[in-house]
């Protein structure tokens, strides 16, 4: 039976190459929740420093920081007053620019996040606003609207948030009386700008050059789908998202504020900004966009440089289910010439481990709230999670470590009620327990919490609790022993990286072909000559084919099997060259 043979041609990944981020293995930094320096339980730009050869040691080349600006903390940091300037809690300019540079000495790259949807509702501009009359020039900088009844107390369109409550807000006049209303996506806290505004357009590609000028070498651009509304504000009027995709196949409706065509204008200008620089700049999209198709537009040469591949990572753990999704991928990416991505997890979602840990059915995952009540097998959910890990790192693209990960955490799933405080918590009305479970501050050393996250004279606990338990999940306990999760990554990253350096075609540019048509629980492929990945995410062992194996998601038995649940790396044999001198 022939093989499927899938095509991309992603260059070597070198410090000095322009295309870098085609095959980065990019390290998230959740920086409330990395390290703390300074002693008040959150973690800071401090802490980051002090850990920056453990993220060199891992082997990535490159992290990505979740917000570092200043902020109310409305939304741990998605709610930003100003974006050219450190939050003190976080620490100084000066410590950010030294960060900066000794990432770079180190041989990784630095990515920040952007939030261009929405401001905090403590920014100048959005204060300005509410002291503005309607119709004014400083309104206009976001989507004030009358409200709809004779009395206007009715919101402007029915249109929710991603957080739970309705989206719009009814601020008072200088009077007194109630006014206008604010449109807001997500928390009140976090009002929405306008994108047809002259001054927010100006404003954002000022921010993109002050980091840029200072060495950052790109941007993460949180709800990147989102910054376009329809000028007339229409009721969705039951309509979903993704909008569904007519029979024929034809465009499916236009929504409102989602992922809308004019978004394209937006990225075709950041792509000139980050390309005027040498290096040139990169960009990845926090995208939610269901369909492969309209997600690789984001992707197009004069647009953004990647986006993050959500339907990769709410995949269950299923091998038709995961084949689909990276051929579908990997197909849909070499349209446009750009690279994949590959993601397992991150700060907005549960933990993949624990996702791992319950059975798997078709249904998407996202929430904690979808799997809490189902019992969990924990050492079924980290096998899993040990072989997902190496399956990804086999694949063809970028790939994104979401901090922990490494080190086999799972979801902390028993936060106190009375300590939670992602806004969802408040905004669903204690339905939805939100995402403090995967934020959840990292161990590094020790015994008991806080698991040397905090330094010794520390004045606070940790922000949020850890749990009990966590002293093998520790780096300093993991560290050296072969068979632990982080030993596994190291191992993982290394090889990825000498696998590309020493193969006659190298694993950044090799064609993946399917070696396996006959199980569809098994994943089995060949990277060129580099790497043969096979992955069985079957309950049944498997045949071990021939060759050397490489490394292990976990032991294997020795009797030419691969158990359930488990990945292998193997080499390639070289082909051999016939001998012209000898007769056929």
Same mark, same amino acid.
């Given at each position: 039976m022939p093989h499927e043979s899938l095509n991309l041609t992603l260059p070597d990944n070198t410090f000095r190459d322009n295309e870098w981020w085609r095959s980065a293995a990019i390290y998230q930094v959740y920086i409330r929740s990395f390290a703390d320096g300074n002693g008040d339980g959150v973690g800071d730009i401090a802490g980051i420093r002090n850990r920056l050869s453990y993220l060199a040691e891992l082997g990535v080349d490159a992290i990505w920081v979740n917000p570092w600006y200043p902020s109310p903390m409305e939304d741990a940091g998605y709610d930003i007053s100003d974006y050219r300037s450190i939050e003190p809690s976080f620490g100084t300019m000066e410590q950010a620019? =030294?960060? &900066? #540079?000794?990432?770079h000495d180190l041989g990784m790259r630095v990515i920040l996040d952007l939030v261009p949807n929405h401001v905090s509702e403590a920014h100048p501009w959005f204060q300005e606003a509410l002291l503005a009359q309607p119709g004014s020039a400083e309104r206009d900088r976001f989507h004030f609207r009358p409200g709809k009844g004779a009395a206007g107390d009715e919101a402007p369109n /029915? @249109? +929710?948030?991603?957080? %739970? %409550?309705?989206? @719009?807000t009814r601020v008072k006049d200088s009077d007194g009386n109630p006014g206008e209303w604010y449109l807001h996506l997500f928390t009140p806290g976090q009002p929405d700008v306008n994108w047809r505004n002259a001054d927010i357009r100006g404003d954002f590609e000022t921010t993109l050059r002050f980091w840029f000028d200072r060495g950052v070498d790109g941007f993460r651009i949180d709800v990147a789908q989102?910054?376009?509304k329809d000028a007339d504000l229409p009721d969705l009027n039951g309509l979903t998202y993704p909008t569904p995709v007519p029979a024929d196949g034809s465009e499916p409706v236009e929504h409102p504020h989602f992922d809308r065509d004019e978004v394209h204008d937006i990225y075709r200008s950041w792509r000139a900004v980050a390309d005027s620089y040498d290096p040139p700049r990169v960009f +990845? #999209?926090?995208a939610w966009v269901g369909n492969p198709a309209r997600l690789t537009r984001y992707l197009r040469p004069d647009e953004l440089h990647s986006a993050f591949n959500f339907n990769f990572l709410l995949a269950p753990w299923n091998g038709a289910t995961l084949r689909s999704v990276i051929d579908t991928t990997i197909t849909s990416h070499a349209a446009v010439n750009a690279s994949p991505t590959w993601v397992l997890s991150n700060h907005d979602g549960v933990r993949h481990l624990s996702k791992y840990a319950r059975p798997q059915t078709d249904s998407r995952t996202w929430f904690l709230s979808q799997i809490r009540d189902i019992p969990g097998d924990f050492e079924l959910g980290e096998r899993r999670a040990r072989a997902a890990a190496m399956l990804m790192l086999a694949l063809p693209g970028g790939v994104y470590i979401y901090q922990g990960e490494e080190l086999g955490l799972a979801e902390v799933e028993d936060i106190p009620d009375d300590q939670l405080q992602d806004p969802i918590w408040k905004r669903t009305g204690h339905r939805e327990r939100g995402r403090d479970g995967c934020r959840v501050p990292l161990p590094w050393s020790g015994d008991t919490a806080p698991y040397g996250f905090s330094p010794p004279n520390a004045n606070q606990a940790p922000w949020l609790p850890q749990p009990q338990g966590w002293a093998e999940r520790t780096v300093e306990f993991q560290t050296g022993k072969a068979d632990s999760t982080l030993e596994l990554y190291r191992s993982a990253l290394s090889l990825r990286r000498s696998l590309s350096a020493l193969a006659t075609e190298p694993l950044t540019t090799a064609t993946l072909t399917w070696m396996n048509d006959d199980n569809d629980l098994v994943l089995d492929f060949r990277r060129g000559s580099a790497l043969r990945c096979v992955v069985n995410t079957s309950s049944e062992? &498997? =045949?071990? !084919?021939? %060759? /050397? +194996?490489?490394?292990?998601? %976990?032991?294997? !038995?020795g009797n030419g099997t691969i158990p359930a649940d488990t990945a292998v790396w193997q080499g390639v044999p070289c082909a051999t060259t016939p001998d012209p001198t000898r007769a056929p």
């Open positions: 620019e =030294a960060m &900066i #540079a000794e990432a /029915d @249109w +929710v948030s991603s957080f %739970g %409550g309705p989206a @719009w989102s910054l376009c +990845v #999209a926090e062992p &498997i =045949a071990l !084919p021939d %060759g /050397d +194996v490489l490394l292990a998601s %976990g032991p294997l !038995p």
